[in-house]
């Protein structure tokens, strides 16, 4: 096969003209940062996708697109292979034409690019690529700035001819880059008949530093040495030239010790290592990402015919043994004196180890991260090993940590990037893993350390580290970290965290009888939601108000598994404590069965958690299905038709106007996926339930209340009337539900309001997401007049992100609709700067807003954070202390000399406006 040469391309296109029905090279003739230009080749891969590569293969079918004309002025391009080039939002393939254009507007029209343009996408677009190849995009006019290209070049196939130079190396794994005629090459470049020489010589450029370039030769056997350099004034026939290296991996003894890492072929990133232990004979040798750390480094002492290995961990008294010389046998570390000889076996441009007189078992990394090392077939993939000369010096991080003070729970200090020679991994800083922290790197490597998100509670003092070659001495740097002393942001749950690797979600928090809090959430051990197995809901509880909390706890154990029972999995939480009792109350999911999937036989199950106590203790999931839901005809549910439903997580509220018997009546928003009357297919719509017995039994509350409704919250405003708000794009649907007879719940749904087509309504990006609706008591600090203020959370960015409080002034005299509530908010406190998405919150004992939240980064940490009233309306309001309980201080009269305390328990002496302890007792200075 032969390869174009960008060159060559260059040379070509300057002058050709294009025919429809041709064969064609199609490249992005794309600009670097350093002025240059390269040819990228559009191509379809082994797996039948769009992409990209710098050497384009002569002759090869999914190189080679044909231009279809379609119309006058625009284009099929149809890969030889059969897929059709096409559009979306990026390039990608087809089975079905699309049309392009050409242009004649390209950025580097010199080179004899045109633009390649979609007449089609948002009144026309430039289909450009990035410049190192790595993804398509769209843009409004052509560029070529070194970022992005929508400059392309065609070079007719019949116009590729010419002899190729091809340079073979003995040791494909030595990775060698070599150059000729002011091109860099791998493996094979090519001349134009008749086209002239520039730069002659021939020249080894890079490669892996575990080789050393020995120089070229004329023949296969390495016997006529051409030189370290070779120079070619032309090509009148194909060439091969031989690049000789040689091996620098072997420690001659235990004196002179040349450090070495082992990585996988097939899976890049995999090591082997040592892991740390008290002990390390007998201790299993494993395959793990790589770290850069002492545990990758090993010394292969001997030669390729005969070695042992020794690792830096264990050092030289230890080195590998085989349990035996057969399939699946585990490599351990043992006494020198014992362990097994090894050889290479060159495989597929790679290394097979193996034992000596055993070529067929090497050494394989079964399975992957954190397996362990054993003997299999030398054939596969995961045994195939190449080799980095470690730098003698590592990267040096130490810290000056000042890690006194601030949250127990807040454990993470920040996430940090580190790029290696262009590839990017992650370290992360906790509370624990502080000691000075080395980075042993390939000789040669470039190096780079980037603070990426600092955890909330903490400040480091780090600038990072440039990209730069690591000097033969190593680098070595300092990081500062402090806390933050300003910091009330706490981590409930850490998703993706160094244990379990498993995600948190799905926030829900509220105040208990006595004070205390109780924040409950996802943990999802299947990695996603309720119906793909195992899901629990975790518990913490709060005595001091958030000041600290108790340990997670399970109160709904999934036990996963493959079948649709109620306790195959538990979440999406919804609470109330019950004010006037000791009673909590959880609704959940339940089952395996996504909800988008369900149908009328085969749907998620609603399930109900008790406690008696305040939540210090938990009643086992009940399954109550068929109160919502059945197919027994002995049973009449109050949503026939339902194919599915689930209680909106978060908050479930409860009535501050009716009470029946014992309980104030709570209401709760429902997402129903349900065939209604003359439907064929069913639609998702919000109802509203309630309940006048603390959840024994649930009611509908009129219809539908939001068709095409997705995950709602309710509210109550003080004539009783009830406010749904619904999640959606752009905005919120609001309605409302006005009595006629509270009691019997008789009254009608108005129309559905979206809050980003009013004035002043609620609008943000495209995002849709569950947020949170309350109603509390304040003061308008203008005039100390008292009226209610309602919020609304929700994301405000284009995608989940910078969570926000929205807040608007009700009135208790006039009688709202629809539009009126939707219109007329105010953008309050901004919770979150980063990614986040659910949250809710609770009315504190201690009159602050306990406000729980979804957030980035690695999946979604569980956030809590206490709010006052004048932090989110920027001290416009303030909380009605009389309206909630917390006696102002006047009616206390304490003495002068009686100590007062914050509401973490800490003791001030010139307390200003605001709720504090005094006498055991929570009082408001004004």
Request: aromatic share 12%; net charge negative.
């Amino acid at each position: 096969m032969k390869r174009i040469s960008t060159f060559l391309v260059a040379m070509l296109c300057a002058v050709a003209a294009i025919f429809a029905g041709d064969l064609y090279y199609f490249a992005a003739n794309t600009k670097q940062a350093d002025g240059s230009y390269v040819d990228r080749y559009l191509y379809v891969n082994a797996s039948g996708t769009l992409a990209t590569t710098p050497e384009c293969v002569v002759g090869d079918d999914h190189y080679q697109w044909q231009l279809v004309p379609n119309g006058t002025d625009a284009y099929y391009l149809k890969n030889a292979a059969g897929k059709y080039l096409s559009y979306g939002p990026r390039l990608t393939l087809s089975d079905s034409p699309y049309s392009f254009q050409l242009k004649d507007d390209a950025v580097h029209a010199a080179s004899g690019a045109k633009s390649l343009y979609n007449p089609t996408s948002s009144g026309g677009k430039y289909m450009v690529l990035k410049a190192d190849g790595t993804a398509f995009d769209q843009y409004s006019v052509p560029v070529n700035n070194g970022s992005w290209c929508s400059d392309y070049i065609l070079t007719s196939v019949s116009d590729v001819v010419g002899y190729t130079l091809n340079v073979v190396s003995n040791i494909a794994a030595a990775d060698a880059r070599f150059s000729w005629n002011g091109q860099e090459f791998a493996t094979s470049t090519m001349l134009r008949d008749g086209a002239s020489v520039t730069s002659a010589t021939l020249a080894f450029v890079s490669g892996n530093t575990a080789y050393r370039f020995d120089g070229f030769y004329a023949d296969a056997s390495f016997t006529q040495l051409l030189g370290a350099t070779y120079e070619i004034a032309s090509l009148t026939a194909d060439l091969t030239v031989y690049a000789k290296f040689t091996m620098l991996i072997f420690s001659a003894s235990l004196d002179e010790l040349v450090p070495v890492q082992l990585y996988n072929y097939r899976a890049g990133n995999y090591t082997i290592r040592l892991n740390a232990a008290d002990d390390y004979a007998g201790h299993a040798i494993n395959s793990g990402v790589n770290s850069f750390s002492e545990n990758d480094i090993w010394y292969l002492v001997g030669d390729a015919t005969s070695f042992k290995m020794y690792s830096r961990m264990a050092g030289t008294d230890l080195a590998l043994k085989l349990a035996s010389i057969g399939r699946d046998a585990a490599a351990t570390m043992a006494p020198a004196a014992e362990a097994t000889a090894l050889m290479l076996v060159e495989q597929a441009g790679c290394y097979a180890i193996c034992p000596v007189g055993t070529p067929g078992q090497s050494l394989n990394m079964h399975g992957g991260n954190g397996h362990d090392i054993k003997l299999y077939n030398t054939s596969d993939g995961g045994s195939t090993w190449l080799f980095n000369l470690i730098n003698a010096e590592p990267v040096s991080i130490t810290f000056d940590a000042q890690l006194d003070g601030g949250y127990p729970l807040n454990t993470r200090i920040a996430e940090v990037s580190i790029n290696v020679n262009g590839t990017i991994g992650n370290a992360r800083w906790t509370r624990h893993n502080l000691a000075s922290q080395h980075y042993y790197l390939p000789v040669g490597a470039t190096f780079s350390m980037t603070i990426g998100t600092v955890y909330r509670g903490w400040k480091v003092h780090f600038s990072g580290i440039a990209e730069q070659p690591l000097p033969a001495n190593g680098l070595s740097a300092t990081v500062g970290i402090t806390v933050d002393e300003d910091n009330q942001y706490q981590y409930l749950a850490y998703s993706n965290d160094d244990l379990y690797n498993k995600p948190y979600r799905i926030p829900a928090i509220a105040t208990a009888r006595n004070g205390h809090l109780l924040a409950v959430y996802d943990y999802r051990p299947c990695a996603n939601d309720v119906g793909a197995g195992e899901v629990d809901i975790m518990l913490r509880r709060s005595e001091d108000n958030g000041a600290t909390w108790t340990a997670e706890e399970c109160i709904a154990n999934g036990v996963g598994g493959n079948q649709n029972v109620f306790n195959a999995g538990f979440g999406d939480a919804a609470i109330v404590a019950d004010r006037e009792s000791d009673h909590v109350l959880v609704m959940h999911v339940g089952g395996k069965q996504f909800f988008p999937y369900a149908t009328a036989t085969s749907h998620n199950a609603v399930g109900r958690i008790r406690s008696a106590d305040n939540g210090l203790t938990w009643a086992a999931p009940e399954d109550i299905t068929a109160q919502f839901m059945s197919t027994d005809s002995q049973v009449t549910p109050i949503l026939p038709g339902t194919y599915a439903m689930f209680f909106a997580s978060g908050r479930i509220v409860q009535s501050r106007v009716y009470k029946k018997d014992r309980y104030y009546r709570l209401y709760a928003a429902l997402l129903v996926r349900e065939v209604l009357d003359g439907a064929t297919n069913p639609s998702h719509n919000n109802h509203v339930v309630y309940s006048d017995d603390f959840g024994d039994t649930w009611h509908t509350l009129g219809g539908v209340a939001v068709p095409g409704g997705d995950e709602a919250k309710v509210e109550e405003l003080p004539d009783g009337t009830i406010v749904i708000s619904s999640r959606k794009s752009y905005g919120r649907y609001f309605n409302l539900f006005t009595f006629t007879d509270i009691a019997t719940a008789q009254g009608k749904w108005g129309s559905v309001v979206a809050s980003h087509s009013q004035t002043g309504g609620i609008a943000f990006g495209a995002n849709s997401c569950n947020g949170e609706l309350m109603r509390l008591p304040v003061i308008r600090t203008s005039d100390g007049q008292a009226c209610d203020l309602m919020l609304q959370s929700v994301p405000t960015g284009d995608s989940r992100e910078r969570v926000t409080i929205y807040y608007k002034e009700m009135d208790y005299s006039r009688t709202y609709t629809p539009t009126s509530i939707a219109q007329r908010w105010t953008r309050g406190l901004q919770v979150s700067e980063r990614g986040s998405a659910y949250s809710t919150y609770t009315l504190q004992a201690d009159g602050r807003i306990g406000f729980f939240y979804e957030e980035e980064p690695n999946g979604y940490c569980m956030v809590y954070v206490p709010l006052t009233i004048e932090a989110i309306t920027g001290g416009a309001y303030r909380l009605d202390a009389a309206a909630t309980g917390i006696a102002p201080l006047s009616t206390l009269d304490p003495q002068p000399s009686t100590p007062v305390y914050d509401l973490m328990g800490r003791p001030v002496d010139k307390p200003s406006r605001g709720i504090y302890i005094v006498g055991g007792r929570k009082v408001l200075f004004d």
